[in-house]
């Protein structure tokens, strides 16, 4: 009996703790419907051409893991960047900082446009 609870409590624990790989279909849902930090960690160039609207700039450098202790560990954290390369870096962060519930983006903000969703930049906002 042990050795179930055991189990159950490890599986439980890993599985909880997972970063979750999204499609830009399924991360427009999350963001319509929970409550989330939506964080763009591109720089601050590629974030005023075009960015997910309600998205922060939390730019990937070396100061990454003092900028995420101001996010909310009790939300959902929804990472993106352009090709879904530093926010795997970043996300793996977010999870060793303590940061269970991580959605990414698969393929970032190129897939994201791909598939039509809509941007925000300091000129324009696409439908």
């Not at 450098?61 to 939300?75: C, M, N, P, Q, R």
């Amino acid at each position: 009996m042990n050795y179930f609870l055991v189990f159950f409590l490890f599986f439980s624990f890993c599985s909880w703790s997972q970063i979750q790989h999204v499609t830009p279909e399924e991360m427009q849902d999350i963001i319509l419907n929970q409550e989330i930090e939506l964080i763009d960690v591109r720089t601050v160039q590629e974030f005023n051409e075009a960015h997910i609207k309600g998205a922060q700039n939390m730019i990937f450098d070396e100061d990454f893991e003092v900028k995420i202790k101001d996010l909310d560990s009790t939300k959902t954290i929804v990472v993106y960047c352009q090709t879904a390369n530093r926010s795997k870096i970043c996300s793996e962060i977010l999870q060793e900082k303590g940061f269970r519930k991580i959605v990414e983006l698969k393929g970032g903000l190129d897939q994201w446009i791909l598939e039509g969703k809509p941007t925000k930049s300091l000129q324009t906002e696409t439908e």
